[in-house]
T-cell receptor, first 117, second 114 residues
Framework: AQTVTQSQPEMSVQEAETVTLSCTYDTSESDYYLFWYKQPPSRQMILVIRQEAYKQQNATENRFSVNFQKAAKSFSLKISDSQLGDAAMYFCAYRSGNTGTASKLTFGTGTRLQVTL | DTGVSQDPRHKITKRGQNVTFRCDPISEHNRLYWYRQTLGQGPEFLTYFQNEAQLEKSRLLSDRFSAERPKGSFSTLEIQRTEQGDSAMYLC????????????FGPGTRLLVL
């Protein structure tokens, strides 16, 4: 079974600074997808960024980028120029690329990001 | 695109009562997922539908839980004889039937069992 580990329960960053959230995962599969989701307080979960395992290039979405290290099974999220609106719970998630199985997401326990002035 | 909606947003019930939650997916999405999220944890997979067929159920889904998706549109999740341990946020997500699918989440239903 696949597992996702987020070892940082809480992180804090000053506005306009850069922060990196860590995620490691365990799988025996070669085809899979990785995601970072953001869950603001009392609001719904939204997708921040996704990475296909077969792609060597790290995904980037505006101020958000990932450092995908397939051999190390590491998938960290970098947030540049942090804004107050980035404060939220961030979840790393894994999905198998095996089309014969359900496309369920396996989540980590989350990292709570605080953004200070 | 109105997004995934869930009803009710909050539910307080007494132990032993039955509750039913509803999820309306994004209209063209034929995959629908239910997850459960307890305080301080990430969501955990409960069950999955492709159109009206329930294709996978987690062992977390005890026989007190039942989910349906009639006609492949909205879905309901019913919990019978609720227990205090059922208190959690129940999340619904939907996606297209594509290899590179992205799941879009609803706001969730927060259940409190007294």
């Amino acid at each position: 079974a696949q597992t996702v580990t987020q070892s940082q329960p809480e992180m804090s960053v000053q506005e306009a600074e850069t922060v990196t959230l860590s995620c490691t995962y365990d799988t025996s599969e070669s085809d899979y997808y990785l995601f970072w989701y953001k869950q603001p307080p009392s609001r719904q979960m939204i997708l921040v960024i996704r990475q296909e395992a077969y792609k060597q290039q790290n995904a980037t979405e505006n101020r958000f980028s990932v450092n995908f290290q397939k051999a190390a099974k590491s998938f960290s999220l970098k947030i540049s120029d942090s804004q107050l609106g980035d404060a939220a719970m961030y979840f790393c998630a894994y999905r198998s690329g095996n089309t014969g199985t359900a496309s369920k997401l396996t989540f980590g326990t989350g990292t709570r990001l605080q953004v200070t002035l | 695109d109105t997004g995934v909606s869930q009803d009710p947003r909050h539910k307080i019930t007494k132990r032993g009562q039955n509750v039913t939650f509803r999820c309306d997916p994004i209209s063209e999405h034929n995959r629908l997922y239910w997850y459960r999220q307890t305080l301080g944890q990430g969501p955990e997979f409960l069950t999955y539908f492709q159109n009206e067929a329930q294709l996978e159920k987690s062992r977390l889904l005890s026989d007190r839980f039942s989910a349906e998706r009639p006609k492949g549109s909205f879905s309901t999740l019913e919990i019978q004889r609720t227990e205090q341990g059922d208190s959690a946020m129940y999340l619904c997500a939907s996606s297209l039937n594509q290899i590179q699918e992205t799941q879009y989440f609803g706001p969730g239903t927060r259940l409190l069992v007294l």
